[in-house]
C-alpha cells in the first residue's frame, strides 16, 4: 500500500532522512518509533505530499507522490502533529469545509454525520472548536482525517497532550479505525506502540533502525531471553531434567525460594523460546510448575538499548543485521537537487 524506497531529506545541510526504505502492506498497523528529532514527522510529511524530498521515491497504492499528487493524497487520511483546525468554526462547518477542501463524492451531510459519530463528536458538532477541550480538538483533527474514507491513515503523535483517560479514548479509536484502515502512527512512546501496533518501524537519527513485530523486536534484543521459573521439585535431578530440552544452553539453581520449590534461570541457544519446551517437560517429569517469567528485555529496555546505541551500526549490529552495502550518510544525500511537490514551495517559504 505504501512503498518508500531509499528516502532522504535535507533542510539546508541537515540530513534529517537517511536513505529509508520500508513498505507497508493493506491493513497492517505500523508504528514508527522514535525519539524526537529522529525524523518521524519528516517521514509522514513526505508521505502525505505535504514536504519535499531530497532523494528516493514513494508510493501510495502503486501511486507517485510525486507524478500524482491528488490520486495519491486522495488514499490518504493525516492527522498532522498540530492539526490546522480553524477555531472559529462550529465542527460541523469545519467538517463541511474539509469536505469542501478534498472534493469528497459522498453525501455531504451523510458522510460527515457518520464520522461524527464514529469519533463521538456529535454531541459538540455545534461548538466553536476553540471552546473545544484538547480531547475532543484532537478528535475533530481525527474527523477531518476520515473526510472522504481514504484507506490510509498517517496520524503524528495524536496522543500528545492528552491526560490519561484521553489518551486512552483516542488509542481505542486507533485501534476501531485500525480494523479496516492501513494505519501508520508516530509516538516517541513505546507503550502506544505497543498498545496498538503489530509491526514497529523505531526510527533514529533519521535512520531505521529496527522493523519488527514488537515481540520479536523484544526476543531479538533480549540478550538471551532467559527464562525464570519456579517448580516443586528436587534440585539436584531439576537441573538434569532442564537441562535435556533441545533448546536448553544452560540452567542454573537459584535456591530454594519456598518450601519444596526451587527458582531456575534457563538460558536457550540461539535466543529461542523456549517457555512451551520448559513446561512441557516438568508437566512430564510430573513435578509441578508454580511460575514463569521471561528474563528477556522489555520493549522499554529495547527502544532505550537501540536509541542509545546511537548511531545505526552499533544498532544493527546488535540486531545481529549488519549490513555490507549499507551507504554511508555523506554519500546517500550528494544530490542537493530536491524533488518537488505541489505544496512544497507554500510550505517551504513558511518555514
Ligand atoms: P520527529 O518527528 O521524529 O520528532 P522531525 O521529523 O520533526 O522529528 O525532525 C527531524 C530533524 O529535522 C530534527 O533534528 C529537526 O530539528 C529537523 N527539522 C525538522 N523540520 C525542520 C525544518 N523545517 N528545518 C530545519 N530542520 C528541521
Ligand atoms: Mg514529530
Redesign the pocket.
Known sequence: MIEVKSLSKKYGNFLAVDNISFSIKKGEVVGFLGP?GAG??TVMNIITGYLSYTKGKVTVDGIDIIENPEAAKRRIGYLP?MPPLYTDMNVKEYLYFVYDLKKVKFPKIAHINEIMRLVKIADVSNRLIKNLSKGYRQRVGFAAALVGNPDVLIL??PTVGLDPKQIIDIRNLIAKLGKNHTVIL?SHILSEIQAVCERVIIINRGQIIADDTPEDLAIKLSGGNTVEVRIICDEESMIKTLSSIADVESVISLGKKEKDAYDFSIVPKDKKDIRAAIAAKVSESGKTLLSMSSGGMSLEQVFLRLTEAGDGDAVRKLLGEVKEDFEPAEEAANEDEEIKTEQTAEKEGEE
Request: no cysteine; glycine share 0%; hydrophobic share 0%.
Open positions: 524526537n518521524k514527522s502533529e503524528d503523535e508516530s
